[in-house]
């Protein structure tokens, strides 16, 4: 019988780490993903999914990238958007095997349970959070770990939460294989989407922090490499990971495609989610948002549908400094990038008016704290409502993985020393 739990979220550190963790660590993410409501279409494939609900008798195995060097750390699993309770009936974490993202092994030598608050099954309320017992489990910067779930009896209801644009690919098998060392055989199946996971938090000293970016497709990396974890937050990581000064800081990606600030699609909308996906996570030092592209993307192309949507984006930018502000974290904005070749979607006169309109905000506004100049990184010098033909992944709005690097090149890392102590609320 599973564990039934209240809506809270559980925390409740190992006896290990309350007899070991040191007197000025804390909770700091070292990896997230942004939960949203799965479609149809992202869905797991029968047999797992049934005709009542999803992932019954069946184990998901998922490789995450880590952001700090750690020798704690405990998992955070989302329910935001089930509608029934989600029942895990196990939990094993270990190193995979070879140690890279998207492997279908583990190293078995690694392999520790998970329990949650000294449980090792659990139900989740629908819209709740699990947090799992902390963990003696050394991690590097860099390094992947995977994460092995079992579900019993599934999930009742197709509402169920997930990450569709992973970019890392998973593995599904029948039964309980949580501890199998390979998944392999014809009843396994992969997919590119991370299912239920929200974050790792690590125990780390005081003096790390997480950085967190709100952002759509193009953060969230499409035009990447599946498995290749070089979307541009990633090759910011590897950046700071470099410099002594800078490496105790992790860069969390909240983000999602066809994410929107002003309106739901694909994942809530940014003005409504700042909350859970930045001041809700531990320890954010710094915060940063990249989106618009799709708010002005699906507006009718009209002048009046335009000039509104410009009106409101102004105004949601600043409602979301606000917010932010608040609680001291500084903001960061990045310019919106061309789209001028993506056609017949979204490329328009009318649309790159807005966007040279939102962008010459962004640029001169007092809203943010810093802004980084994407726009101007990855445009065509001969035409710059497009994307430079060298960045282009192919449609004309979202960059391939020079175009990711290049962004990743110019973040001013000195930002992150610049405002280290946080700012003013009173903004």
């Known amino acids: 019988m599973l564990f039934r739990i209240s809506r809270m979220i559980l925390h409740q550190p190992s006896g290990a780490l309350a007899a070991s963790k040191p007197g000025d660590g804390h909770w700091v993410d070292i990896w997230t993903t942004m939960p949203q409501l799965t ?73 520790q349970n998970l329990t949650f608050s000294g449980s090792s099954s659990f139900s989740i309320p629908d819209g709740a959070l699990l947090v799992s017992d902390a963990i003696e489990f050394a991690v590097h910067a860099g390094d992947t770990i995977s994460v092995s779930m079992f579900l019993a009896d599934g999930q009742d209801g197709f509402d169920i939460t997930s990450h569709p644009g992973s970019r890392a690919t998973s593995w599904m098998a029948p039964g309980d294989v949580t501890k199998v060392e390979n998944l392999t055989g014809s009843s396994v199946q992969n997919v590119a989407r991370w299912y239920f996971l929200s974050a790792v938090e ?20 499409r035009g990447s490499d599946t498995d290749g974890n070089d979307r541009w937050p990633d090759l910011v990581q590897d950046r700071l990971r470099a410099r002594a000064s800078t490496a105790d ?63 409101e984006l102004l105004i949601a930018f600043r409602q979301i400094s606000v917010r932010v502000h608040a609680v001291g974290i500084p903001l960061f904005a990045a310019t919106i990038t061309p789209f001028g070749g993506n056609s017949p979607s979204y490329a328009d006169p009318t649309r790159e008016l807005t966007r040279q309109r939102v962008n010459t905000f962004i640029r001169s506004s007092s809203a943010f704290d810093a802004v980084v100049d994407f726009d101007k990184v990855v445009a065509d010098p001969a035409d710059p409502t497009r994307l430079a033909p060298q960045f282009d992944s192919g449609d004309g709005l979202h960059p391939n993985v020079a175009g990711y690097t290049a962004m990743a090149a110019v973040f001013d890392l000195s930002l992150f020393k610049k405002f280290e102590d946080g700012v003013s609320v009173f903004v």
């Open 39 to 111: 479609e149809s279409t992202n869905l797991p494939n029968p047999p797992f999914n049934g005709t009542t609900g999803v992932f019954r008798n069946a184990t998901i195995r998922q490789t995450l990238h880590m952001g700090l060097n750690a020798s704690f750390i405990r998992l955070r699993i989302s329910n935001a958007f089930g509608t029934s309770n989600l029942g895990v009936t196990a939990v094993t974490l270990a190193k995979p095997s070879p140690p890279v993202s998207g492997a279908s092994a583990i190293d078995t030598s690694t392999l």
């Open 202 to 221: 690590a125990w780390v000293p005081k003096t790390s922090r997480s950085f967190a970016v709100v952002g759509d497709s193009i953060t969230d990396g």
């Open 249 to 311: 800081i992790a860069v969390v990606n909240q983000a999602a495609g066809g994410n929107r600030i002003l309106a739901d699609g694909l994942g809530p909308n940014a003005l409504g989610r700042i909350d859970r996906d930045v001041l809700a996570h531990s320890s954010v030092r710094y915060a940063m948002i990249f989106e618009g592209v799709n708010d002005i993307g699906v507006a009718a192309t009209d002048n009046a549908s335009q000039t509104a949507i410009g009106d």
